[in-house]
């Protein structure tokens, strides 16, 4: 079994589709082994987002992202992180393959529904980045 972590971002919050897209993870197989609402602040921010951080685009970013509240989730299936990236879709909502979930629900390249891990390697970081190990369960 393989753990990934997605935030549903402020845009999945605003239009209420949190739901919507959680029931998809779980019709799928995906379990919830972690759920919760969190305020990113720009430090929790510019640590996710280190990759990009330096980029002139970023400012925009991190203030989406701290626009409203995000939920956090860490899902758990067979290979996982695949299994999610595969139904969200690619970043850009405009370029996702039909019947993702960001073809049906996103917008564009930042306002997309969700972030998702993109490697097994970044989900175990990012996963201890969001969540304490007394908030995570198996079952």
């Known amino acids: 079994m393989q753990r990934t972590l997605i935030l549903l971002k402020p845009d999945a919050v605003d239009k209420r589709i949190c739901g919507k ?14 759920c919760k609402m969190i305020r990113l602040t720009p430090a929790v921010l510019k640590e996710h987002y280190a990759h990009i951080a330096t980029k002139p685009f ?37 370029k996702a393959a039909p019947g993702t979930i ?21 989900a175990e970081m990012e996963v201890e980045r969001f969540f304490k190990k007394e908030e995570l369960f198996e079952y």
């Open 58 to 94: 970023y400012p925009e970013v991190e203030k989406f992202m701290g626009s409203l509240p995000v939920i956090a989730l860490v899902l758990e299936a067979d290979d996982a992180v695949a299994k999610v990236r595969d139904m969200l879709g690619v970043t850009d909502s405009r």
């Open 21 to 34: 897209v959680i029931d998809r993870f779980e019709c799928a197989g995906l379990r919830i082994c972690g």
């Open 102 to 122: 960001r073809a049906e629900l996103g917008v564009d390249q930042m306002i997309n529904v969700a972030h998702a891990s993109d490697s097994a390697e970044a």
